[in-house]
């Protein structure tokens, strides 16, 4: 374990290097990230201008299911960025490099570039959580905030999952790192509450591309909207999920040929 | 003059057409938001809400229109695209050739943007036929003027961003500023005359009105005649700005530039 912990810690120091070395840069990336979560911020707020709630949510709860999607997604951006450099890795021969490490493949190719932007825009996003929190005018027991961090636990393990997904179909196919691409799009479904859509579309963005479980069941566990059913349904589902993914894995790993030999 | 260019258009169209996926990838994301957003709209609507002054028909046209605008002009990252070949030295081959490196990138522009116009046009407006009597002959005029001076500032402006890598190097962040920038006072998320009067005010005063809510303006008939007119002339002002800014900008920055790849 303290090997990982040592390559861990190695490449969060090298990620950082990378950072700095382009301040003006970084800076001026970090302040696009503001902007954007501003911007859709705002029209969120301008929504609630021309109507008092969001299919019974309030505003304050509205907001809440955004910001429980930021923090969902830029937690998985700052753990797992590194999956974005893997289809050059693979096109070039340079995973074989990575395989003849003593380490897990997928734990070095995940980690490689850890976010230091998004591990910073983390602080406001949770900061706004608890404000909005404090604004919802109820009652948040402990045991809400300790199932919102349980889902999050899982939405993660479901993002991980997605991720595996995307490098395993990278090494049948190069060209399929655009799947990456079209799970973030996906994503985009989060930062409204389900409700908002018929029931045949909220089973597919809960079974096939399960955003509703990554997005909404956090925020519904902290809201103490949220039955048991569903709560062991979720449980289930990320286990299952991850397994799965890890299975597909181990069977492309089979079929990848090093393109440098 | 204008054979070289003709023939950077055609590649450039033609070279879109190969990476089918990346269409493939463009269109699911404009298709996404747009459920995401009419969806959004029909919630509100049916508990009894109204967004100012659209009714529900209103709204999903605008949006209809502006995933169709949006499509067009952002068939390229141009600032990331400028940007890199200032960077990696690939402008260096554009600088010993009789050609013009704004011209070429506006015409390499201008053939992804055609791509999509094609391939998206029928299937954006076959369906507004049955939601709206749309354009008369001379709206339907001024509304193609207004996205080809969408598509002509969009370029601009982010031609503008991709030089600015002779003064600062590397403008990948300031390029993911500019996009978010535009996207959201371009009327791409949200109608400008919905959002807080003094966001509304600020955005009267700058050219991203023009990419997306302006056009759509005209398209559901809500500005005509003179103060259609009046406002393509802004627009073309806008152009002339930004053409000169370009013209100095990228002067003065081939003087900083040091030639990689020469």
């Known amino acids: 374990m303290s090997k990982y912990y040592k390559v861990l810690k190695q490449l969060i120091t090298l990620a950082s290097g990378s950072y700095l070395s382009s301040r003006l840069d970084s800076v001026a990336y970090f302040l696009g990230k503001i902007v954007r979560f501003t911007f859709f911020l705002i029209f969120i707020l301008s929504l609630f201008k021309f109507t008092e709630t969001f299919v019974g949510y309030s505003k304050y709860e509205a907001v809440l299911f955004f910001l429980t999607f930021n923090l969902a997604d830029v937690l998985a951006q700052a753990l797992f960025r590194g999956i974005y450099m893997f289809k050059n890795d693979v096109k070039l021969g340079n995973f074989d490099f990575v395989l003849s490490k003593p380490i897990n493949p997928l734990f070095y190719s995940f980690m490689r570039l850890t976010d230091i932007l998004d591990t910073i825009f983390l602080i406001p996003i949770v900061s706004l959580i608890i404000f909005t929190v404090i604004k919802l005018g109820v009652a948040i027991s402990f045991n809400n905030v300790f199932l919102y961090i349980l889902f999050l636990t899982f939405s993660q393990l479901i993002i991980m999952g997605i991720h595996v997904l995307a490098a395993s179909l990278t090494i049948w196919a190069t060209e399929a790192e655009n799947f990456i691409w079209l799970y973030r799009e996906s994503m985009t479904v989060g930062r409204f509450p389900p409700e908002i859509f018929p029931s045949a579309l909220q089973w597919i963005f809960t079974l096939i591309i399960p955003v509703i479980i990554i997005v909404a069941f956090p925020a519904k566990a902290l809201l103490g909207v949220l039955n048991w059913q569903w709560a062991v349904f979720a449980l289930i589902y990320a286990i299952g999920f991850f397994a799965i993914s890890l299975l597909v894995w181990k069977i492309s790993l089979k079929h990848y040929s090093s393109a440098s030999s | 003059m204008f054979k070289k260019y003709w023939h950077i258009f055609k590649n450039s169209f033609q070279a879109g057409l190969v990476y089918r996926f990346n269409v493939f990838t463009s269109f699911f994301t404009a298709a996404l938001s747009l ?35 949006a499509l067009i002009i952002k068939a390229k990252d141009i600032g990331w695209v ?21 011209y070429k990138s506006f015409f390499d522009n201008l053939g992804q943007a055609a791509l999509m116009a094609a391939i998206f046009g029928v299937a954006v407006f076959a369906p507004l036929l049955f939601l709206q009597n749309f354009f008369s002959l001379f709206t339907g005029v001024l509304f193609a003027a207004s996205v080809f001076l969408a598509v002509c500032l969009n370029f601009l402006i982010f031609y503008l961003v991709g030089i600015s890598t002779f003064y600062f190097g590397f403008v990948m962040g300031f390029n993911f500023i500019m996009i978010n920038i535009a996207s959201f006072l371009s009327g791409g998320f949200i109608p400008l005359d919905l959002l807080p009067k003094w966001l509304f005010i600020i955005s009267a005063w700058l050219p991203f009105k023009y990419l997306i809510f302006y056009p759509i303006s005209i398209a559901m008939g809500k500005v005509n005649g003179y103060e259609a007119l009046s406002g393509l002339g802004a627009g073309v002002l806008w152009m002339m700005i930004l053409f000169l800014a370009a013209k100095i900008l990228f002067k003065r920055g081939l003087k900083k530039y040091e030639g990689f790849g020469l």
């Open chain 2, 35 to 69: 459920v995401i957003f009419i969806y959004l709209w029909f919630s509100i609507y049916n508990q009894g809400g109204r967004l100012g002054d659209y009714n529900l028909r209103e709204l999903i046209i605008y949006y209809i229109v502006s995933s169709f605008i």
């Open chain 2, 82 to 102: 400028i940007g890199d070949e200032i960077r990696l030295g690939g402008i260096s081959s554009y600088l010993v050739r009789p050609i013009s490196f704004l």
